[in-house]
């Protein structure tokens, strides 16, 4: 885990006020209190997300939390996904694995 320091170092073009304000509209959620937070990577990574859509792709501070909130619902039914997948891949019914694999390759109708 790193500090908040670090993270705006690492960060480059961000200050510890910039995180502060991500971390009170809960945009990255550290652990620890204020004064005292600390990040995993994948804050870091969450982090640069939010310099990447406000820098690189002009989302305003508006729209930021509805754009997070699609990524998050997006990567949240990437991971069911692959629970789903690894659960089919386990089941002992051959004919029924194979059936399932393949509704799941085939995508929605």
Known sequence: MITI??????????????????????WVRPQGTR??????PIDEARAQLILELRHELNV????????LSLLDQVYAARRHMHRVRVTI?????????????????????
């Open 35 to 40: 004064g005292h937070y600390l990040f995993q």
């Open 89 to 109: 891949e386990g089941h002992p019914n051959a004919s029924l694995r194979q059936e399932l694999s393949h509704l799941l390759d085939e995508g929605p109708a």
């Open 60 to 67: 305003n501070d508006e729209t930021l939390p509805l754009v």
């Open 5 to 26: 320091e670090t993270l705006c170092v690492r960060l480059g073009s961000v200050t510890q006020a910039d995180v502060e304000l991500w971390i009170e509209r809960a």
